[in-house]
T-cell receptor
Framework: AQSVAQPEDQVNVAEGNPLTVKCTYS??????LFWYVQYPNRGLQFLLK??????LVKGSYGFEAEFNKSQTSFHLKKPSALVSDSALYFC?????????????FGSGTKLNVKP | DTEVTQTPKHLVMGMTNKKSLKCEQH?????MYWYKQKAKKPPELMFV???????INESVPSRFSPECPNSSLLNLHLHALQPEDSALYLC????????????FGEGSRLTVL
């Protein structure tokens, strides 16, 4: 069975400090991995994805994520957090063997960046 | 144009009403999706349309009826809903049914009285 775990309901960080939002996954095959951000009362916005190739993926708004196959993790990172990064972050996984885009979302992590 | 547009943004309906949610994309995407999201929870997949054909129905109650009139439009018809159906309904699209990331609309906030 496919699943995604975001072990932290909430992450608090001071503006200017580095941030990490954790994600681990379980899929039967090789995964496609994604990060999305959701601001209050808005839809989900795509941040970045891992399909193949370099394990370090760079995305929108200065975010990056590292695919670690041995640890089955895909943690989201940013070197210097902004107050405007405060939002709900979702990790998602898709089994590349699937013939239809069936995404499995994590439970979400609320990021609070304090001035 | 990289947008998925959903209307209405807000909808309040009684349990005996019939209403529809609409979704439109002009990115040439061939797969479209309906998700339901409760507050502070992840989106839950409801339906997937691939090349205008229904390919996934996640055991959604029949009071929700999807329709894909053409490759750019996706509707969700609502009838005899329950208060627990109140949620944010998100439409998404992707380039193909098994490729790429999902592009989400802003959602329709539904309240069932």
């Amino acid at each position: 069975a496919q699943s995604v775990a975001q072990p932290e309901d909430q992450v608090n960080v001071a503006e200017g400090n580095p941030l990490t939002v954790k994600c681990t996954y379980s899929v039967s095959g090789n995964p496609y991995l994604f990060w999305y951000v959701q601001y209050p009362n808005r839809g989900l916005q795509f941040l970045l994805k891992y399909i193949t190739g370099d394990n370090l993926v760079k995305g929108s708004y200065g975010f990056e994520a590292e695919f670690n196959k041995s640890q089955t993790s895909f943690h989201l990172k940013k070197p210097s957090a902004l107050v405007s990064d405060s939002a709900l972050y979702f990790c998602a996984v898709r089994d590349r063997k699937d013939t239809v885009n069936k995404f499995y979302f994590g439970s979400g992590t609320k990021l609070n960046v304090k001035p | 144009d990289t947008e998925v547009t959903q209307t209405p943004k807000h909808l309040v309906m009684g349990m005996t009403n019939k209403k529809s949610l609409k979704c439109e994309q002009h990115m040439g995407h061939r797969a479209m999706y309906w998700y339901k999201q409760k507050a502070k929870k992840p989106p839950e997949l409801m339906f997937v349309y691939s090349y205008e054909k229904l390919s996934i129905n996640e055991s959604v109650p029949s009071r929700f009826s999807p329709e894909c009139p053409n490759s750019s439009l996706l509707n969700l018809h609502l009838h005899a809903l329950q208060p627990e159906d109140s949620a944010l309904y998100l439409c998404a699209s992707s380039q193909g049914p098994a490729s790429g990331e999902l592009f989400f609309g802003e959602g329709s906030r539904l309240t069932v009285l």
